[in-house]
């Protein structure tokens, strides 16, 4: 026995397994020459070494270097091991299944690197084979039917490995060793193209041909892709997008596009160094950016808004498709669903759900366990970075580390919109993908399937239920139907509390939830609030004057039912500045006057959402919606053509005025909007751009509610301010707010990688259940 010799042991925590971890750590062992063996655990990867002093300090060294891209090392801990006799070789230790419980299954990964390079390679096995990975990349989450991760309980069960392909997957030094969904041509998945009678159109090896050959002409190819079915269509042809928006009854929402490579999407949109990460970032979401103008995309993409949705290629079929030199230079790559449904996920569906829309169906047999939606993420500014509008494949389900642990399970149900839901484990918190609005039984479905999935994917099943004060909200009904305890959360403290996990504050703290709707305590509809907030509690503290939801939901749908509900409050309907607004004098305003009068179907609200709705009928920039907060991103749009790059100076806008008074019931403040839509009706009436006006009324808003906070600041003493809730994905207010809350010398938060509209709540709900019961 050499007396130099040392052992340690090393504990390593982090995404660290389904990674191609163990097979670095191996490498690494034999390159420096040390013996001893790795494992996953409980808590990641635990590895014993041992060998000489310099050998382990290299080793160590090199740990942080040359870890899998898609690795993330959080903590590292050594300790040193007594010798270990006759310990000569390293070796990969199999995981003991006791240990199999807590290891959780990683998100789908894009293509990576190397695999891109072999599938163009001439010489390889695996040229233009669509379905190329390795433990670097390939589809995961969308895979995994149950733990342990392994082959047999992923949807590559039924494909038998070929002896070459076993030899790879078996062999440690190999990229692909424990790739589950290791495959080639010879044994793995394969491409059907079918017409809509589900009947096969050609081989195998021309489909890709003939798939740009089909979208060079316009038609509408439904592609299946790792969470479900895409939509493509030319993005450069106007005739086919609109044929697609037609079809898809999806007049004006904006389309996402598929692009090549960086340097395609850098002649469609703004791109500098932050958001070129992020497209190329191994989760492959769709990036939010600022368009050019005068591009070759079809202007019909993204109408009357200034951003495009962009992503590059992340399965090596969008590779295939998208290096094809006959392919249009940009593709829509739109969810596969009917308006309002689910997207489809397997065959026989796609072809019975999308047979009114696509013309083509672009197939594969290697199955969807559960969807996954793109994801979506903003970009706000260099120093701000972006934030997550959908966080759904690439990001689900890893998980949210929590401030404390709970020995109950908790799942917290979500909201109306958006929908996701939250399980909690222990001092980890799982959110799960998009699944959107409960509307028909396909998406109760679809949320009770994704609940069960990750559920069994976790070994757990909720002992509490956390739901929304709503009582007639679908998840606060499905929330209660398992006669389990169920704790009910009023919906912005739950935006409020999703912030503050994520960064890590246990409060108290201001909490400003700008956003759509919500029930509050008093029965309002509330949604434009500063609320005093710690885990267990809130209390309103401020909120924007109460205006009529006049027909309630459809209020939300139109507009223009806001600004006569706005005019009507401020006795200014009758004023000759309103006869511009032409959309309240051609609709049936003395019905929705009627409406609020008699107070029929007429709730009140604090709503942030629907004054930027009100302002936004106001300017004529929309009365009706197509899509969720279309009329707040019209205003939004119209805004930013008057912002600035760099900070706002009084220059580039106008003053509004001002009001805050105190509710005499409880004291707390009220931020009135008379004298603001007073101003800009003259100043609309007086022909001042729209523009101008519309970036006034952002600066309005966060002058207003910093006005309040600074008063409760001088009473409270509290300078940690908050911001959520869906109004904070408009790029100007955030931006704002945090600098101008910065400049007042209050430390801001915001959620970056949770969603701060409904999408993220349901992590809010759950970690208040346990904070009130554990
Ligand atoms: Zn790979
Ligand atoms: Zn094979
Ligand atoms: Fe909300």
């Known amino acids: 026995m050499n007396s130099k010799k040392h052992a340690i042991k090393i504990i390593i925590q982090g995404i660290v397994q389904g990674v191609g971890f163990r097979p670095f750590l191996y490498r690494n062992a034999k390159r420096f020459g040390l013996s001893g063996y790795c494992s996953n655990t409980e808590k990641g990867v635990s590895l014993l070494l041992q060998g000489e002093k310099s050998q382990l300090i290299s080793f160590l060294k090199h740990l942080h270097k040359d870890s899998p891209e898609i690795s993330k090392i959080i903590k590292v801990s050594v300790t040193t091991h007594p010798i270990i006799e006759d310990l000569d070789n390293f070796y990969i230790k199999q995981t003991s299944s006791s240990g199999k ?29 669509p379905f190329i990975n390795c433990t670097n990349c390939g589809p995961r989450f969308t895979i995994i039917k149950a733990l342990p991760y392994d082959r047999k309980n992923t949807t590559m069960a039924k494909f038998n490995m070929c002896p070459l392909c076993k030899k790879e997957y078996q062999d440690p030094l190999n990229r692909r060793f424990h790739a589950e969904p290791i495959a080639c041509p010879s044994c793995g998945p394969r491409l059907f193209l079918l017409d809509k009678s589900g009947k096969e159109i050609c081989e195998q090896k021309e489909i890709i041909e003939r798939v740009t050959s089909l979208l060079r002409q316009g038609k509408i190819i439904a592609i299946k892709g790792l969470g479900g079915f895409h939509l493509a269509v030319d993005a450069t042809s106007d005739k086919a997008v609109l044929k697609l928006r037609e079809r898809k009854k999806r007049p004006f929402k904006p389309l996402a596009i598929m692009v090549a490579s960086l340097k395609i999407a850098d002649q469609i949109a703004i791109l500098d160094e932050h958001t070129k990460k992020l497209l190329t ?27 495009i949705g962009i992503m590059l290629p992340y399965t090596p079929l969008h590779h295939l498709i998208l290096n094809h030199p006959q392919t249009p230079k940009a593709l829509v790559m739109t969810s596969g669903n009917l308006s309002g449904l689910p997207i489809s996920m397997d065959t026989d569906s796609a072809l019975n759900e999308l047979k009114e829309i696509a013309d083509f169906f672009l197939t594969n047999n290697r199955d969807i366990v559960t969807r996954a939606d793109d994801s979506v993420i903003r970009y706000i500014e260099p120093s701000l970075g972006s934030i997550m509008i959908r966080r759904s494949r690439g990001f689900v389900p890893r998980s949210i580390e929590l401030p404390f642990s709970s020995n109950k399970v908790i799942l917290g ?18 959110l799960s993908q998009h699944i959107g609005e409960l509307e ?17 994917l976790l070994d757990i099943s909720p002992d509490i239920y956390a739901v929304d004060m709503h009582p007639d909200y679908m998840t606060t009904r499905i929330g209660r139907s398992y006669n389990k305890p ?14 503050m996990i994520e960064n890590n504050i246990k409060g108290p703290c201001l909490a400003v939830v700008l956003d759509g709707t919500g029930l509050g305590d008093d029965g309002n509809i509330w949604g434009g609030e500063i609320l005093l907030v ?77 004054l930027f709705d009100a302002i936004s009928a106001m300017l004529c920039l929309c009365d009706n919606i197509y899509y969720e907060a279309q009329a707040a991103m019209l205003l939004e749009a119209e805004a930013s053509k008057a912002y600035p790059n760099g900070s706002i100076t009084d220059k580039d806008i106008i003053k509004l005025p001002i009001e805050i008074f105190k509710d005499s019931d409880n004291n707390s403040f009220i931020i009135g909007h008379k004298a603001m839509t007073e101003s800009i009706l003259s100043l609309s009436h007086n022909k001042i751009s729209k523009d101008i006006i519309a970036l006034s009324f952002h600066v309005w808003l966060r002058d207003s509610f910093i006005k309040v906070l600074d008063k409760i600041r001088e009473t409270t003493d509290i300078n940690t301010v908050l911001l959520s809730g869906g109004c904070f994905q408009n790029r100007i207010l955030l931006s704002l707010f945090i600098h101008g809350l910065r400049e007042k010398g209050f430390d801001v938060y915001w959620s970056k990688e949770i969603p701060m509209s409904d999408a993220g709540i349901s992590l809010g709900q759950a970690a208040i259940a346990m904070a009130k019961i554990c």
């Open 281 to 307: 970032n191994s989760s492959a979401p769709i990036v939010l950016v600022k368009k050019k103008e005068g591009s070759f995309i079809s202007k019909y993409i993204a109408p009357q808004i200034k951003d």
């Open 486 to 499: 169920v704790v009910e959360v009023q919906h912005h403290h739950a935006h409020a509390v999703s912030v």
């Open 440 to 456: 028909y039984k396909e998406n109760i479905d679809s949320y009770k399937d994704a609940l069960r999935h990750l559920s069994s």
């Open 101 to 129: 419980k807590d290891i959780f299954p990683p998100p789908d990964y894009a293509t990576c690197k190397e695999c891109i390079r072999e599938l163009f390679d001439k010489k390889d096995r695996r040229y233009l084979y």
């Open 534 to 610: 710690d885990l267990k509690r809130y209390k309103r503290l401020a909120h924007l004057q109460n205006l009529s939801l006049p027909g309630g939901d459809k209020a939300t749908l139109e507009p223009w039912r806001m600004c006569v509900s706005l005019l009507c409050k401020h006795n200014l309907l009758k004023d000759r500045r309103t006869l511009s607004i032409s959309s309240i004098h051609k609709k049936n305003k003395n019905l929705i006057l009627q409406i609020i009068e008699k107070g029929l179907n007429t709730p009140l609200t604090s709503s942030c959402g629907r």
């Open 413 to 430: 149900c979500g909201g109306a919109m958006k929908t996701t839901f939250c399980l909690i484990k222990k001092d980890k918190a799982f």
